[in-house]
């Protein structure tokens, strides 16, 4: 899978409204067939800050993804309500869901 991971920071007057603004990106995105999670957090030390965390099934997917309407859509409104560029970790993994953290197991 293609897992990444970005920070978004969001400019001060729009950060209590960025599930609004990003909510049709994302439902966009969560439709798409090959998108196997598409899910944003805020930051605890920063309201300012959204992390998206997203998995592709492969690279056709995120290649699909890519070259969407509703990427292209997204990268010409998001960014006006953004205070920086969105930093990202991008990479390969070999599974197609997460794992189990084994070192905190939940006893039954």
Same mark, same amino acid.
């Given at each position: 899978?293609?897992?990444?991971?970005?920070? %978004?920071? /969001?400019?001060?007057?729009?950060?209590?409204?960025?599930?609004?603004?990003?909510?049709? %990106?994302?439902?966009?995105?969560?439709?798409?067939?090959?998108?196997?999670?598409?899910?944003?957090?805020?930051?605890?030390?920063?309201?300012?800050?959204? /992390?998206?965390?997203?998995? %592709?099934?492969?690279?056709?997917?995120?290649?699909?993804?890519?070259?969407? $309407?509703?990427?292209?859509?997204?990268?010409r409104t998001?960014?006006?309500?953004?205070?920086?560029?969105?930093?990202? /970790?991008?990479?390969? #993994?070999?599974? $197609?869901?997460?794992?189990? #953290?084994?070192?905190?197991?939940?006893?039954?």
């Open positions: 899978m293609i897992f990444i991971t970005a920070k %978004f920071r /969001v400019r001060a007057e729009d950060a209590d409204r960025w599930p609004e603004i990003s909510r049709e %990106f994302t439902e966009a995105t969560r439709g798409e067939p090959g998108c196997l999670w598409f899910d944003w957090s805020r930051s605890l030390d920063d309201p300012n800050e959204y /992390v998206l965390v997203e998995a %592709f099934r492969d690279d056709d997917a995120a290649v699909a993804h890519v070259r969407s $309407d509703h990427f292209t859509t997204a990268r998001l960014p006006p309500h953004l205070s920086e560029t969105p930093r990202i /970790v991008n990479t390969k #993994l070999p599974q $197609d869901d997460w794992s189990e #953290l084994g070192e905190m197991a939940v006893e039954p």
